[in-house]
């Protein structure tokens, strides 16, 4: 299928199974692993990611917001759902109706929410989500709900950063509003403070009941910075992505290619138009900067990325033709390119990249 197509990415079911795995047995039997599937799986597609994920044993996924839960109950996902990204007034009837978890910022949500089971989140010092409001008002809050509270979750702000003590005051924080509830009763059976970062550098005091991994589920984590531990387990990208050769053809030295003739041929050489732009998902800023594997070379885009099309050298690869694949993200024969990579070229980081790559380039999945 792959052979036929203008612009794709290929998703590998089997790597994603086993970053899973590997995150699962690094926390442990007594650690809940909820994967993050939110922005369509960072564009690896939440259907399919979703399946493979439950395949391989998970219970709950996590989404950003009710609309990307309920795609998923569309395509029969049958996995508990927590909905992070915030619940808006009108959406408590969906919430309902297609068995949707809500994590809740304020406490006004905890009084309004009704009979559902929600999660709390304590704003311990990222200053975005969730609610800031004393241990005794929460305790006051969750008592006055008609909702069950199954879980209680904070989001760090700089956990990669082991220069900065921010992480552990936000654990005091966190922990201040769980000694308070615990102290009336209220124990609840989700607690979750990690989410990629504090998993793959092995924050283990932060791990507590559940763990909510994002990027490294498709292969792609941080280097800690300052006195950081190695990574606590090992991950690959699940992610190739492909583009197709539309043209191929030999420009004079001296041509000028694309818009605003930002680049001239030095010499003869011989150029493939690919059949890629920014409408894809290619960042405009890797303009006569980037590079793609072609010809198993890592080798400059020259001139603009336009919207549909971006132009390579390929002097060192003069057999290539129209309709030959080359590389933005993957491995051809010892090049590897992965998203991190162009990320650092482009400017930007690994995350934007990979959500960034556009709806009309194909999914295959293999």
């Known amino acids: 299928m792959s052979d036929h197509l203008r612009c794709w990415v290929e998703i590998s079911r089997a790597q994603l199974a086993a970053n899973y795995l590997a995150i699962r047995h690094t926390v442990g039997e007594h650690v809940e692993v909820m994967p993050v599937v939110k922005a369509d799986a960072y564009r690896h597609g939440a259907v399919e990611c979703s399946r493979t994920l439950m395949e391989a044993g998970a219970r709950w996924l996590a989404v950003s917001s009710v609309d990307e839960g309920i795609a998923l ?97 936000q654990v005091v924080r966190f922990t201040l509003a769980r000694r308070a509830l615990a102290a009336h009763g209220i124990n609840p059976q989700y607690v979750h403070l990690s989410s990629t970062n504090p998993v793959l550098l092995a924050r283990r005091e932060t791990w507590q009941s559940m763990v909510r991994p994002g990027i490294v589920v498709y292969g792609y984590g941080p ?58 998902g290619l960042p405009h800023r890797l303009s006569n900067k980037g590079k793609v594997i072609a010809g198993g070379k890592l080798t400059p885009i020259l001139g603009a990325v336009s919207m549909d099309l971006t132009t390579i050298d390929i002097s060192h690869a003069p057999e290539m033709r129209e309709g030959d694949p080359v590389t933005i993200i993957g491995t051809e024969g010892e090049v ?26 194909r999914r295959v999945y293999k």
């Open 73 to 169: 109950r569309h395509a029969h996902i049958g996995a508990r759902i927590l909905v992070m990204g915030g619940i808006l007034p009108w959406e408590h009837e969906s919430l309902r109706k297609f068995e949707l978890t809500p994590a809740l910022h304020s406490l006004d949500q905890v009084r309004a929410i009704g009979r559902l089971a929600y999660h709390l989140k304590i704003d311990s010092g990222m200053g975005r989500l969730g609610t800031r409001a004393s241990a005794e008002e929460i305790v006051e809050a969750v008592l006055q709900s008609q909702g069950s509270i199954e879980g209680l979750m904070t989001h760090f702000a700089s956990s990669a950063d082991f220069t900065s003590a921010q992480t552990d005051e």
């Open 223 to 280: 280097a800690g910075k300052g006195n950081a531990p190695p990574p606590s387990l090992t991950v690959k990208p699940v992610l190739s992505w492909k583009a197709s050769i539309v043209l191929v053809k030999d420009v004079a030295a001296g041509t000028p290619l694309g818009y605003g003739a930002m680049f001239r041929a030095p010499r003869d050489i011989r150029i493939a138009v690919l059949g890629i732009g920014y409408a894809d």
């Open 336 to 361: 590897t390119q992965d998203a991190q990579h162009v990320g650092r070229m482009a400017g930007t980081i690994s995350y934007s990249v990979l959500c960034g790559i556009s709806a009309r380039v």
